[in-house]
């Protein structure tokens, strides 16, 4: 009896495994695409910084000077019309108010007293700092007096009246500096008027523009 050949059938894969060179391509791309997300985040965050920066810089702007009190003493005068005159001593405060985002050094300045475009007194003003959005005060003493006044009539009417109004002026030269990378070069103005009553011997009113 004629033995029977045994047929022999080959076994179907379902799941096909996913080739090595195939994987590492996808994973590259994964990779790729996430690097390509992060340069993007990294310059937008960059480009708002400059604009920030840029922003600020151009808002720059110049510190206010300003006298904040004035108390006077050893205040005499004559209104004598042949030899009016008057002397005295300020107490002031004043105050650089800086508005800005960056401190603003300042060189040495000076204030002047006028009547009527006549110096009557100055004071020097010291080099200091402005910290960023604050204000820096400072004490100065003033000696006034009419020895440079050169129309005598008008002020012996102006003591007659029992008023005398004089003018501060002043100028502080500075840069104003931002991050410790930009600085800018600002000036801060002084520019007040001053009533004094002198009968009762005090400031009746004090303004700044």
């Given at each position: ?55 600020t810089l151009m808002?720059?702007?110049?510190p206010k000077f ?53 110096p009557v007194g ?88």
């Amino acid at each position: 009896m004629a033995q029977k050949k045994q047929q022999v059938y080959p076994i179907e894969l379902t799941n096909d495994p996913v080739k090595p060179d195939v994987e590492s391509e996808e994973l590259r791309r994964t990779k790729c695409t996430r690097y390509i997300a992060y340069l993007a985040i990294f310059a937008l965050f960059e480009t708002m910084v400059i604009l920030v920066c840029l922003i600020t810089l151009m808002r720059i702007k110049s510190p206010k000077f300003q006298l904040r009190a004035v108390s006077i003493e050893h205040l005499n005068y004559s209104s004598d019309t042949t030899s009016p005159s008057f002397n005295m001593r300020f107490n002031a405060k004043i105050a650089v108010k800086n508005s800005n985002f960056g401190h603003f050094k300042f060189k040495n300045g000076t204030i002047t007293l006028t009547y009527r475009g006549d110096p009557v007194g100055d004071a020097s003003i010291s080099k200091a700092r402005a910290r960023a959005r604050s204000t820096k005060k400072m004490n100065v003493t003033v000696d006034v007096n009419s020895n440079h006044v050169l129309s005598k009539s008008r002020l012996a009417k102006d003591l007659k009246s029992g008023y005398l109004m004089l003018t501060s002026q002043g100028k502080l030269s500075g840069k104003v500096n931002l991050m410790k990378m930009v600085k800018r070069r600002k000036y801060a103005h002084m520019n007040c008027s001053i009533i004094i009553n002198l009968v009762r011997k005090f400031i009746q009113d004090l303004k700044c523009i």
